[in-house]
């Protein structure tokens, strides 16, 4: 008879991207949580979340994953289609549910859960039909919503975080770096963003060899693609006259930075050259506001005025940045930490955040085109670090021809 579920430690346990110690750290601090919340389980089921607290970083392709965790257990739930993968890369045990009858997954979960207990779940994630099925199959006394509890301990990072976030941002940079020197008109964009995602897996591989290489992207935009940060990258090919937008994406074991960097083939036109200049100062501005005590609304303040100034806010086209950390950037975004006006947050020691304005220029407009910069800042114990270290602006990304 085949196994609905079963247990496999197949080959030894990997070399994580953070220390035991780290993860026994996040541990503790849900435990408290589970402890003031009168919670028997939490059953994580996002990427980001998952990642955090046990360092395995699921692919999906449809079928559901789970980290389960109580006051003397943390196990992830996986499909067996990864086999001894998840077990060999998380922080604890692993039981593996097989796809030969539905809903084995959720006979896994039960199984380590049991019946009648309060359980914590992510309620921006769970989705309805599973939800459903959480009833029918854990049958839960209570089910609460902590998501928010958890979202705010992954606000504040750890110096182990940092260290492997400044590194991230160190390889946008030389990501950014392939890409610029790469430029030149008749070129298309997709070949420039293959150039930089090259470069940066092969820093990640250099730098980090017990890593899972994956996730890491370019976006370039070129012309009238660049009205939108998260255009997708064509085969436009670059002309002289060309405003460009420079992305990149390094991923490290689920954590995400980011380098953004305006950029123009010859010379801008004086109405394009104004508007980059001010969204740069509008920039700097952002830069020099990101101070512990300063609640992230006041800094959407201060820019937005600033930008009212010199007519150019109605170009803005969202929030001037945002949390970074596990997944950030693109599955787990931190929504409590953003630079928007309906953000109230205080920034603290401790906390990552990104320095990001765009102004868009629609089409048959003077200086049309999309305009963005954006840096990464900790708030470290002594004082906010910019850890970002390519040039912006006019002065050094005019590509000559």
């Not at 998840?86 to 979960?109: C, E, F, L």
């Not at 309805?128 to 839960?140: D, R, S």
């Not at 150039?195 to 976006?219: C, H, Q, Y």
Request: net charge negative; with cysteine; hydrophobic share 40%.
């Amino acid at each position: 008879m085949r196994k609905e579920f079963f247990e496999l430690k197949n080959g030894e346990k990997a070399i994580l991207p953070f220390s035991d110690g780290e993860f026994e750290n996040r541990i503790s601090k849900l435990r408290k949580v589970i402890a003031d919340s009168g919670i028997d389980f939490v059953i994580f089921t996002s990427m980001h979340n998952i990642a955090y607290f046990s360092g395995f970083l699921y692919c999906s392709f449809g079928r559901p994953y789970a980290l389960i965790v109580s006051n003397d257990l943390n196990i992830t739930v996986s499909a067996n289609i990864d086999l001894g993968q998840p077990w060999r890369r998380s922080y604890g045990q692993n039981v593996i549910y097989t796809d030969w009858k539905r809903d084995n997954y959720w006979r896994a979960v039960s199984s380590i859960v049991g019946h009648g207990k309060i359980v914590g779940i992510e309620g921006d994630h769970i989705t309805f039909q599973q939800n459903e099925k959480l009833k029918e199959f854990v049958k839960p006394k209570q089910v609460k919503d902590i998501s928010d509890d958890v979202m705010k301990m992954r606000m504040i990072k750890s110096m182990e975080e940092m260290d492997l976030i400044r590194s991230g941002a160190s390889i946008a940079d030389i990501g950014g770096a392939a890409i610029i020197e790469s430029i030149k008109p008749g070129i298309r964009e997709i070949d420039i963003a293959m150039i930089g995602r090259d470069a940066m897996e092969k820093a990640i591989a250099d730098r980090f060899p017990n890593s899972e290489l994956r996730d890491t992207w370019v976006w370039f935009q070129s012309g009238i693609n660049t009205d939108g940060a998260h255009n997708p990258v064509t085969t436009r090919t670059l002309k002289v006259g060309d405003i460009l937008s420079l992305n990149t994406f390094p991923m490290i074991s689920g954590y995400y930075t980011a380098l953004e960097r305006t950029l123009w083939v010859g010379e801008p036109d004086k109405e394009s050259l104004r508007v980059w200049e001010a969204n740069v100062k509008a920039h700097e501005l952002g830069l020099s506001l990101i101070n512990e005590g300063i609640a992230c609304s006041a800094v959407c303040d201060q820019i937005n005025n600033f930008l009212e100034d010199q007519d150019l806010l109605k170009y803005r086209t969202f929030g001037y940045g945002h949390s970074f950390g596990v997944l950030s950037h693109y599955y787990g975004r931190e929504a409590g930490l953003e630079l928007r006006e309906d953000i109230d947050t205080i920034l603290e020691k401790n906390m990552v955040v990104s320095m990001e304005p765009m102004l868009t220029i629609p089409q048959g407009n003077p200086g049309a085109g999309g305009y963005r910069e954006h840096d990464i800042v900790i708030l470290t114990e002594k004082e906010p670090e910019n850890i970002t270290k390519t040039p912006y602006g006019p002065a050094h990304n005019i590509i000559k021809v």
